[in-house]
């Protein structure tokens, strides 16, 4: 019999490492990562070119034209494309963040075979049919439309400028008219700037065989090259002076309040130890957080808080739903919490939570092949260091009460606060 007053026994964690990559520069110009591991007969093929939102015409464009891309292409109907991706019981998706279009294949060994000429056509030489089109956008228009009655949508579009600048091109909220204004042509000439071989970095994991890796490299070397990789254009934020905006959303039941702070780039030596205070103030179920405002004061059922690193620039963001009338304690509580994890010294007990809840999520990245490549890729992406991963572990293992409390003084200060609240608020 378990005996459930008596909790259970906990070990300390071993080394955690990645294990390393292979990485080959295929004559075509294409750099093809790979990784063979894992128990399973499965491999994954992800894709990445620069160019993203904002190097299209306007931010519907890259995401438009991700979406296209399986719905026609090289003469074979999007009905055909889905036919023979399922009939090998692959799975293919494909999107676009700020700088970088993606595409993922993953698949079975036993039936990748063959699937190297529909990839290349859909890559290289989608057809973008009008009435796909259409369909798509009045969908993704509706889809947006819709985003915009919810507080939570509100509250971060009024949070961007904040934090960003009020001019800078992350902030600008998307509109009607941006929708309006896709064509194919516009969709044409951002394929011919992003999808390029030049610009392509390819990521293969999973249990690797011969002929998939054979298939694949077939696939990338005769990829096309001729055109130059896409020029990416990064604008650094410029954070408004602290201040609270109020959206009204009359009706609303639940407010959502966001909550940021400038902070490092990733490249700053406080920016890992940063992150673990952050974590420490609201980034898991016993955070400083959820514990006061959820599990004491009842002011939420969730709220969150996490640091954010891009190209641009880094911030602090807290983030939570909560009925009208809580609003201002959940901004009040939140600064208290703030201020008492930068005056007083974390305990003994929370600090070994904070520790292990660390090296758990670390654990995750090496769960798997396809988790490790995932950090691999989010790395090459976003420029970071070769040894990012392995100074993380070493700080989870030895981040003290007083490098918190450091962190949360230099970097947490309420009054640096930019807060936007959209729901029934008076503005």
Not at 267 to 292: E, K, Q, T, W
Request: with cysteine; net charge negative; glycine share 6%.
């Amino acid at each position: 019999m378990i005996d459930r007053a008596v909790a259970p026994a906990t070990y300390p964690i071993g080394q955690i490492e990645l294990p390393r990559l292979d990485k080959e520069i295929l004559p075509g110009g294409v750099t093809l990562y790979t990784l063979d591991s894992g128990d399973i007969d499965v491999n994954q093929l992800f894709l990445t070119w620069k160019g993203g939102e904002f190097e299209a015409s306007n931010r519907v464009v890259a995401a438009m034209c991700s979406s296209m891309l399986t719905e026609g292409a090289g003469g074979m109907s999007g009905a055909e494309i889905a036919e023979r991706l399922d009939f090998r019981g692959a799975i293919l998706r494909a999107e676009a963040n700020s700088h970088h279009s993606l595409l993922s294949l993953t698949c079975v060994n036993s039936l990748a075979g063959g699937l190297a000429p529909t990839l290349s056509a859909i890559v290289e030489r989608p057809d973008f049919p009008a009435d796909a089109m259409a369909m798509h956008l009045e969908i993704k228009a509706k889809q947006h439309l819709q985003s915009l009655s919810k507080v939570a949508t509100l509250s971060r579009n009024a949070l961007a400028p904040l934090i960003m600048g009020a001019d800078h091109p992350m902030a600008r909220e998307i509109s009607t008219e941006d929708f309006e204004s896709v064509t194919r042509a516009s969709l044409v000439d951002f394929h011919e700037k992003v999808y390029t071989g030049a610009a392509c970095k390819a990521f293969l994991s999973g249990r690797l065989t011969e002929s998939v890796r054979a298939d694949v490299k077939a696939f990338l070397g005769q990829m096309s090259c001729r055109r130059p990789a896409c020029e990416v254009e990064v604008v650094p934020f410029e954070a408004m002076p602290p201040q609270t905006v109020k959206v009204n959303q009359p009706g609303a039941l639940q407010s959502a309040v966001s909550i940021a702070i400038p902070a490092v780039l990733r490249s700053h030596p406080d920016y890992i130890p940063l992150r673990f205070a952050v974590m420490a103030l609201g980034g898991y179920f016993g955070s400083r957080l959820m514990r006061n405002i959820r599990e004491e004061k009842g002011y939420t059922y969730g709220i969150h808080a996490a640091l954010y690193g891009t190209p641009e620039g880094s911030y602090v963001i807290i983030k939570a739903q909560c009925a009208n009338e809580y609003v201002e304690p959940v901004i009040r509580e939140t600064a208290v919490e703030m201020e008492r994890l930068a005056g007083e010294r974390m305990p003994d007990a929370e600090l070994q939570r904070l520790r292990l809840h660390i090296q758990a999520s670390l654990m995750e990245t090496v769960d798997s092949p396809f988790s490790i490549m995932d950090y691999y890729r989010t790395r090459e992406l976003v420029g970071l260091p070769a040894d990012y991963f392995a100074k993380q572990v070493r700080f989870a293992r030895e981040i003290d009460a007083d490098t918190i409390m450091a962190m949360a003084r230099r970097y947490l200060d309420p009054s640096q606060m930019r807060i936007a609240v959209a729901g029934q608020v008076e503005c």
